[in-house]
C-alpha cells in the first residue's frame, strides 16, 4: 500500500552519554518534499536511521498512514513502503545496474536470474521519472550522479513511496544538483513523499515545501518553504545570527607571493590534468579558483604543496623555485596546506589532538631539544592552539578520528596558520563542515588576506569562492577559463565552469 | 630426449595422468573460489583435504566402498568448513592467521588418526575407471578423456556447473555482492553471514572431495601429509584463475600437465636431476602468478575483510 503519512510521535534516542534525539515529533505526507535542516551532529542522520529501523528507538512511535508501525530492520522498512538513500552509496561497483536493482530481490524465475524482466522495469521507471541510466553499464563506471539515480531506482523498484535522501547533493556538482531537483520535482508530483536531509540553506530553500529545524537533538521550528528565508533558517539552526556575506575592507594588495609558470601535473591515472597553468597571486589577497570537480584543481594544489610532481613549469614562492621540492621543504618556504582530503593528508587519525597538531614542528625547538620532546612545551603550545582557534575537544589526548569534520579543519588551521605562512593553500576548506565552522573558517581566512597572506582558495562552493574572493579564476580541464570579478553574474561563473568564455572574462580586468 | 617425450605413447601418458592429476586441484580450487568470491580467504585448505583424504582412505580400507568413502569425506570436509566459518565469519578472525591453524590442526590430526588407526601405509584398490562405452575407444581421445574414474568426470562437470551458479543464479548474484560490496548487500536485507557460511562450509566440502579424490582414486594409499602443499597451489590456482571457473581449469590443467611431465621425466630416466625436475611445477606456479596478477580485474575487494555493521 503506497505511503500517505508517516509520523514520528515523541521519538527519543540515547546513545551512551549522549540525547542525540530528544522527543522530536516530525511527519511527511505524499506530495510534498519535506526538508530535514540542522548542523552536523544534530541528529537529523539518528532519527532517519529510526525511521528506517537501523536503530531503535528509546522510546517514542513511528505511525504509518495513521497505524502503529513496528520495524525491526531495514527490510521491514523497505516492505512497508519506505526507502533511504544513504550518502554513502549502497551499491556494488562491479555490478551491473540491473545486477544492483536485481540483487537481494525474489526472482520470477525461482533461483535463476531474471535480468531482462528487471531490466524492463529499470528502463520503465527511468522514463517515468527522467532517471535516465544505462542499465547494463558498471555501476563503477558512472558519474556520482548517475549512480544516485541507480540508488534512486533501487528504492522505487522496491515500491519505496517515502524516499529518505540523506545528504543527497553532498557529492554532486552543480549541473548535476540541478537534474536532481528536476528528478526529485517529479517523485513529488507523482504522488511519494521525500524527507531531504540537508544543512544547506539554499538547496532547502529551492526545493522543499516544509522544513523541520533540528538543534541538538530537538525541534526548534517547523516552516513552510514559502513563509521563511534563509536567513531565519541559519538563526534556527545554530541559535544565533549568521554571518554569511562578508565586508572585507579592500584588498592591501602586496607583492607577488606565488607565482605559478607553465605548469603542467598529472593525475593518478597518469592522465594530465592540468596544463599549461599560470598564475599569480599578491599577498593580502584572496585568489578563490571555482571549477567543476574534477578540472585539476586537486592536483593543482598538490603540485604546489609538493606532493605531486610537476611535469612541466615552474613555481615560485617569494621568488624561490619550490618546484618538485619535498613537501617539508615547501612547507618551509612558507606554505601552509589545507588538504582536500581533511582524513587522510590532513591529519593522522589515530593520533592525538596534540599529535595532530605538532606534525610539522615536532622535530625543532622549542617542542624537542635534541631529537627529545618537551612535553611541558608541547602541552602549552597546544592548548593555546585549541583555544585560540576553538577547537572543541574533550582533551588534548582525544584521537583526532572521534572530533567532528568542522572541529579537525579548524585543528589542521590552527596548525597550519601558526606558523604565520606567506601563502595559504585552502583546498576545499568548508566541505562537509557545518555552517558554524564554516563561518569561523571563513573568518579566518579573511583574518590571513588583512595579514598579508596570499590566499589560494580552491573551492566547488561557489557561494563561498564569490564571498571571499578578490579575484575568481575559473579552471577548466586543467586551464583556466578566465579570471573575473567576485561580483560577476552567476550564469556567466557557471558558462566559464563548464568551459565557455564569458564576455566579461577578461583578465586585464582585474 | 626430445625423441623419447614426443612418442605418442608418451604423450597420452602425459595428457591423460595430466587431467587425473588435475582432478583434486579442480575440486579445491572451485570449492575456493566460491568462498573468496564471498569474501572468505580459506587458508586451511590443505588441512581439510588432509583429514578428508584420511577418512576416505580409512573407510575405504576397512568397508572397500567407495560412495560411503566418499560422503564421508565431503561430511568432515563440510564440518571443517564449518569450523572454518564459525572462526573467520562468526568470531571475525584474522583469516590468513586462522587459516595456517586449521591446515596445522588438519595435518596433526591426520597423522594422529592414521597412526592410531592404520599405523604403516597399506595400498587400497582406488576407485576403477569408468569407461565412456564408444567414446574410450577412440583413438589418442578415448584413452586422455573417456577412461578416467568417476571421480575426474565429477571434477571437470563442477567447472561449468560452478560459472552457472556464480553468473546466473540468484545466489551468486548475493555471493558476489558479499565479497565486494557487504554493506550493499546488507542494506538490501541479505544476510552477508549466513552466504559466507554457506559458501565456506562447501569449499570445506569440496576440499573433502580433494582430498578422497587424492587418497582413493588417485595415489591410493595414505600418508604423513599425503598432500604436500596441494591444498596451498589450489588457493593460489584461484587466483591464477582471476576467481572465473574456466580460467582456474586452465592453470589446473597447465599445472598438473606440468607435473605429469616431470614424472615422466623422471620415469624415463632423463638426465635431469630429479629435485629440479619436481620443482618445475612450482616455479611455474609463481611466474604464472606475476603474470596472472597484472591482469586481476574481477577481484572481491572485501576479501579477508570481516564484516562489521556499522553504527
Given at each position: 500500500m503506497p505511503i500517505e503519512t508517516v509520523e514520528l510521535r515523541n521519538v527519543s534516542k540515547r546513545f551512551p552519554g549522549v540525547l542525540a534525539n530528544d522527543q522530536v515529533n516530525f511527519d511527511v505526507h505524499a506530495g510534498e518534499i519535506h526538508a530535514l535542516l540542522g548542523e552536523n551532529g544534530a541528529g537529523k542522520s539518528t532519527l532517519m536511521k529510526i525511521?528506517?529501523?537501523?536503530?531503535?528507538?528509546?522510546?517514542?512511535?513511528?505511525?504509518?498512514?495513521g497505524k502503529l508501525a513496528e520495524l525491526r530492520s531495514p527490510a521491514d522498512a523497505l516492505a512497508n513502503g519506505i526507502g533511504m538513500i544513504h550518502q554513502h552509496f549502497q551499491l556494488v561497483p562491479g555490478f551491473t545496474v540491473v545486477e544492483n536493482v536485481a540483487l537481494g530481490l525474489k526472482s520470477s524465475r525461482g533461483p535463476l536470474t531474471d535480468l531482462d524482466v528487471v531490466t524492463k522495469r529499470v528502463q520503465e521507471l527511468a522514463t517515468q521519472y527522467g532517471l535516465s541510466v544505462e542499465p547494463n553499464a558498471l555501476v563503477w563506471q558512472l558519474a556520482v550522479g548517475q549512480q544516485q539515480r541507480v540508488e534512486i531506482i533501487k528504492a522505487l523498484y522496491r515500491d519505496a513511496s517515502l524516499l529518505i535522501l540523506d545528504e543527497p547533493t553532498a557529492v554532486l556538482t552543480p549541473q548535476e544538483v540541478k537534474e536532481f531537483f528536476d528528478i526529485l520535482r517529479r517523485l513529488r508530483d507523482a504522488g511519494n513523499a521525500l524527507i531531504f536531509i540537508s544543512h544547506k540553506l539554499y538547496e532547502v530553500m529551492a526545493i522543499s515545501d516544509r522544513v523541520t529545524v533540528l538543534r541538538d537533538g530537538r525541534v526548534v521550528g517547523r516552516v513552510k518553504t514559502a513563509d521563511t528565508n534563509q536567513k531565519e533558517l541559519a538563526r534556527m539552526m545554530v541559535g544565533r545570527d549568521v554571518i554569511t556575506r562578508w565586508d572585507k575592507?579592500?584588498?592591501?594588495?602586496?607583492?607577488?607571493?606565488?607565482?605559478?609558470?607553465?605548469?603542467?601535473?598529472?593525475?593518478?591515472?597518469?592522465?594530465?590534468?592540468?596544463?599549461?597553468?599560470s598564475l599569480e597571486v599578491r599577498a593580502g589577497e584572496i585568489l578563490g579558483i571555482a571549477g567543476v570537480s574534477g578540472n585539476g584543481q586537486r592536483e593543482l594544489a598538490e603540485a604546489i604543496a609538493g606532493m605531486r610532481r610537476a611535469t612541466a613549469g615552474t613555481i615560485w614562492v617569494d621568488n624561490q623555485n619550490v618546484t618538485n621540492q619535498s613537501p617539508a621543504q615547501v612547507s618551509a618556504s612558507g606554505v601552509a596546506f589545507v588538504p582536500e582530503e581533511r582524513m587522510t593528508m590532513g591529519v593522522v587519525r589515530e593520533f592525538t589532538v596534540a599529535e595532530n597538531a605538532i606534525l610539522e614542528t615536532h622535530a625543532y625547538p622549542p617542542l624537542a631539544n635534541r631529537g627529545v620532546f618537551d612535553f611541558g612545551q608541547i602541552n602549552d603550545h597546544c592548548t593555546r592552539l585549541v583555544r585560540e582557534y576553538d577547537v572543541k575537544t574533550p582533551s588534548l589526548d582525544t584521537p583526532v578520528k572521534s572530533l567532528s569534520g568542522g572541529n579537525i579543519q579548524k585543528l589542521i588551521l590552527a596548525r597550519e596558520l601558526d606558523r604565520a605562512p606567506r601563502l595559504l593553500l585552502a583546498a576545499q576548506p568548508t566541505r562537509g563542515v557545518d555552517i558554524g565552522a564554516t563561518e569561523y573558517i571563513h573568518k579566518r581566512l579573511i583574518e590571513q588576506r588583512a595579514n598579508g597572506t596570499a590566499v589560494l582558495l580552491i573551492s566547488e562552493d561557489l557561494e563561498e569562492v564569490r564571498a571571499l574572493s578578490d579575484r575568481i579564476a575559473v579552471m577548466y580541464e586543467g586551464q583556466i577559463v578566465g579570471i573575473v570579478s567576485p561580483d560577476s553574474k552567476m550564469e556567466d561563473l557557471g558558462l566559464m565552469m563548464a568551459g565557455i568564455k564569458g564576455n566579461d572574462a577578461n583578465p586585464s580586468t582585474c | 630426449m626430445l625423441e623419447q617425450l614426443l612418442a605418442p605413447a608418451v604423450i597420452i601418458g602425459v595428457?591423460?595422468?595430466?587431467?587425473?592429476?588435475?582432478?583434486?586441484?579442480?575440486?579445491?580450487?572451485?570449492?575456493?573460489?566460491?568462498?573468496?568470491?564471498?569474501?572468505?580467504?580459506?587458508?586451511?585448505?590443505?588441512?581439510?583435504?588432509?583429514?578428508?583424504?584420511?577418512?576416505?582412505?580409512?573407510?575405504?580400507?576397512?568397508?572397500?566402498?567407495?560412495?560411503?568413502?566418499?560422503?564421508?569425506?565431503?561430511?568432515?570436509?563440510?564440518?571443517?568448513?564449518?569450523?572454518?566459518?564459525?572462526?573467520?565469519?562468526?568470531?571475525?578472525?584474522?583469516?590468513?592467521?586462522?587459516?595456517?591453524?586449521?591446515?596445522?590442526?588438519?595435518?596433526?590430526?591426520?597423522?594422529?588418526?592414521?597412526?592410531?588407526?592404520?599405523?604403516?601405509?597399506?595400498?587400497?584398490?582406488?576407485?576403477p575407471r569408468l569407461e565412456i562405452p564408444g567414446l574410450s575407444d577412440l583413438p589418442v581421445l578415448g584413452p586422455v578423456l573417456f577412461s578416467q574414474n568417476l571421480l575426474v568426470y565429477g571434477a571437470f562437470a563442477c567447472v561449468p556447473l560452478a560459472w552457472f551458479i556464480l553468473n546466473k543464479t540468484t545466489l551468486g548474484l548475493k555471493i558476489r555482492a558479499v565479497g565486494q560490496t557487504p554493506e550493499a548487500a546488507d542494506s538490501l536485507g541479505i544476510s552477508v553471514s549466513q552466504v559466507r557460511y554457506i559458501t565456506v562450509t562447501l569449499a570445506g566440502a569440496m576440499a573433502g572431495i580433494a582430498g578422497a579424490s587424492l587418497s582413493i582414486a588417485l595415489l591410493n594409499i595414505f600418508q604423513q601429509n599425503l598432500t604436500s602443499g596441494l591444498g596451498f597451489i589450489a588457493v593460489a590456482l584461484v587466483y591464477f584463475g582471476g576467481w572465473r571457473p574456466f580460467r582456474i581449469m586452465a592453470g589446473a590443467l597447465l599445472f598438473s600437465m606440468v607435473n605429469a611431465l616431470q614424472l615422466w621425466i623422471q620415469t624415463l630416466g632423463i638426465g635431469l636431476p630429479s629435485d629440479i625436475a619436481g620443482m618445475l611445477p612450482y616455479v611455474l606456479t609463481i611466474v604464472a602468478l606475476i603474470f596472472a596478477a597484472r591482469q586481476i580485474v574481477t577481484q572481491p575487494t572485501a576479501l579477508t575483510k570481516p564484516f562489521e555493521r556499522g553504527e
Open positions: 525511521l528506517y529501523a537501523m536503530y531503535r528507538p528509546t522510546e517514542g512511535e513511528i505511525f504509518i498512514n575592507p579592500p584588498a592591501q594588495q602586496g607583492p607577488v607571493v606565488l607565482k605559478i609558470e607553465h605548469l603542467s601535473a598529472a593525475n593518478d591515472k597518469g592522465i594530465t590534468a592540468v596544463r599549461d597553468f | 595428457l591423460a595422468s595430466g587431467i587425473q592429476l588435475a582432478t583434486p586441484y579442480l575440486y579445491a580450487s572451485i570449492g575456493e573460489m566460491f568462498s573468496q568470491v564471498s569474501g572468505v580467504l580459506n587458508l586451511g585448505l590443505e588441512g581439510v583435504m588432509l583429514v578428508a583424504a584420511f577418512a576416505a582412505y580409512y573407510i575405504t580400507w576397512t568397508t572397500g566402498n567407495y560412495y560411503y568413502a566418499l560422503a564421508i569425506a565431503t561430511l568432515v570436509g563440510g564440518l571443517m568448513g564449518l569450523l572454518t566459518a564459525f572462526i573467520s565469519v562468526t568470531l571475525k578472525a584474522e583469516q590468513g592467521i586462522s587459516g595456517i591453524g586449521i591446515y596445522l590442526f588438519g595435518l596433526g590430526l591426520s597423522d594422529l588418526l592414521f597412526l592410531v588407526m592404520v599405523g604403516t601405509p597399506k595400498a587400497i584398490d582406488g576407485v
